[in-house]
């Protein structure tokens, strides 16, 4: 089993940063692959980036430039950082581990890009 709690997220204005984090516990060796994920209202949800436990990175297209995935040393932690938030970016996002062949998710936490 393995848990995930977001932080972060919040009211930024247009053109804005910030910085998303997901903390990993539980069986957190056996965690491969992170990712972030959105999803806007009435929207289905789509992979943001992801980034594999040797450092590989893959982003959305509409992201790409904008948006960096990191993990920690630990690779238990991993970081979104967004810069030039557009008002299209706002949605909830979901962190995401696989981890034994098994799917985990966040509970999510809301980014809002507003004048």
């Known amino acids: 089993q393995v848990q995930l709690v977001e932080s972060g997220g919040g009211l930024v204005q247009p053109g804005g940063s910030l910085r998303l984090s997901c903390a990993a516990s539980?069986?957190?060796?056996?965690?491969?692959?992170m990712a972030w994920y959105r999803q806007a209202p009435g929207k289905q949800r789509e992979l943001v980036a992801s980034?594999?436990?040797?450092?590989?990175?893959n982003y959305a297209d509409s992201v790409r430039g904008r948006f960096s995935i990191s993990r920690d040393n630990t690779k238990t932690t991993a970081y979104l950082q967004m810069n030039s938030l557009k008002p299209e970016d706002t949605a909830v996002y979901y962190c995401?581990?696989?981890?034994?062949?098994?799917?985990?998710w966040g509970q999510g936490t809301q980014v809002t890009v507003s004048p």
């Open positions: 995401n581990a696989e981890s034994g062949g098994l799917d985990y």
């Open positions: 539980g069986s957190i060796f056996s965690i491969r692959n």
């Open positions: 980034i594999t436990r040797g450092g590989w990175t």
